[in-house]
Every structure is written in C-alpha cells, then in structure tokens.
C-alpha cells in the first residue's frame, strides 16, 4: 500500500503531461483565431472584389 500511496504523489506532483496539454490548448486558440480571421478577410476581400469587378462592368461602353 505504500508503493501505491507514493506512486499516487508522484503522479499528482508531476506537471509535464499538464504543460503539454497548456501548449495544446494554447495552439488550438491560435488556430481559432487564425481560421476566424481568414475567413472575415475573406468575405470582405470578396465584397470589395465584386465591387471593383461591377464598377468596371458598369464604366465599359455597351
């Protein structure tokens, strides 16, 4: 039982698995962020793309 008893500390004492899964998290946040931001880029860069295409539809004689 004191085997088990000081294998339960040592287990509880050791933070390197909590470290990695603190990185984990923290990339993943950063891919969120990263993901959310391309894709509102997107849309607006497709907005202003498609004005600037009928503008010069519209500015070309028929």
Known sequence: ?????????????????????EYGLIAALIAVVIIVSVRLIGTNLNIIFDFIGDTLTNALPA
């Not at 039982?1 to 899964?21: C, H, P, S, W, Y």
Request: hydrophobic share 45%; aromatic share 4%; proline share 0%.
């Open 1 to 21: 039982m004191q085997n088990l008893t000081t294998m339960l500390k040592q287990f509880i004492r050791d933070e390197d698995g909590v470290t990695a899964i």
